[in-house]
């Protein structure tokens, strides 16, 4: 029989894991199996620049806070996983990805998305957009194409006024 502070403990970790999951706006469960201590500590060091952070917790745990949660990744909870939490979208998953590019240990099984259980090919989809940089310079672009138009048709009616006067 468990003693009641192991029971406690676990009991605190449960809420941990839960809250840590409904306070995050994505959640990336993924393998690590391989990896080395450095390559953990590289990977945390990364995500802590974009304010997010990984866990290792007991699959058991974390299937104790997701039934809480009414979120169902049992299939997903075999073997040694670790969690990524981050409260903003894309940033975390672009390192996660980036990471696993770089470390063939790495395997993302699965995610929770604003709350939603989304798939690998949904994770990937997140993970190839691009940096919000380039994409305020592709909407850049195509605003000044249209007052590029606009001044190259006011300026041919302007020279056509000047013809006609």
Same mark, same amino acid.
């Given at each position: 029989?468990?003693?009641?502070?192991?029971?406690?403990?676990?009991?605190?970790?449960?809420?941990?894991?839960?809250?840590?999951?409904?306070?995050?706006?994505?959640?990336?469960?993924?393998?690590?199996?391989?990896?080395?201590?450095?390559?953990?500590?590289?990977?945390?060091?990364?995500?802590?620049? &974009?304010?997010?952070? &990984?866990?290792?917790?007991?699959?058991?745990?974390?299937?104790?806070?997701?039934?809480?949660?009414?979120?169902?990744?049992?299939?997903?909870?075999?073997?040694?996983?670790?969690?990524?939490?981050?409260?903003?979208?894309?940033?975390?998953?672009?390192?996660?990805?980036?990471?696993?590019?770089?470390?063939?240990?790495?395997?993302?099984?699965?995610?929770?998305?604003?709350?939603?259980? &989304?798939? &690998?090919?949904?994770?990937?989809?997140?993970?190839?957009?691009?940096?919000?940089?380039?994409?305020?310079?592709?909407?850049?672009?195509?605003?000044?194409?249209?007052?590029?138009?606009?001044?190259?048709?006011?300026?041919?009616?302007?020279?056509?006024?000047?013809?006609?006067?």
């Amino acid at each position: 029989m468990a003693s009641e502070k192991s029971l406690n403990l676990k009991k605190e970790t449960v809420n941990e894991i839960r809250n840590k999951i409904s306070d995050s706006e994505t959640v990336v469960l993924f393998t690590y199996q391989g990896l080395t201590v450095a390559d953990i500590i590289k990977l945390r060091r990364k995500l802590r620049e &974009v304010n997010a952070e &990984v866990k290792i917790y007991k699959n058991t745990l974390v299937k104790l806070a997701l039934d809480d949660l009414k979120l169902d990744l049992t299939e997903f909870l075999d073997g040694p996983n670790a969690l990524l939490f981050s409260k903003n979208l894309l940033e975390a998953i672009k390192v996660l990805d980036n990471f696993a590019k770089d470390n063939k240990s790495i395997t993302i099984k699965t995610g929770i998305i604003k709350g939603n259980v &989304v798939s &690998v090919d949904t994770i990937n989809e997140y993970a190839s957009v691009p940096p919000m940089e380039t994409l305020l310079s592709m909407l850049a672009g195509g605003m000044l194409q249209h007052v590029k138009h606009l001044a190259i048709g006011l300026n041919m009616y302007a020279e056509k006024l000047e013809e006609n006067n």
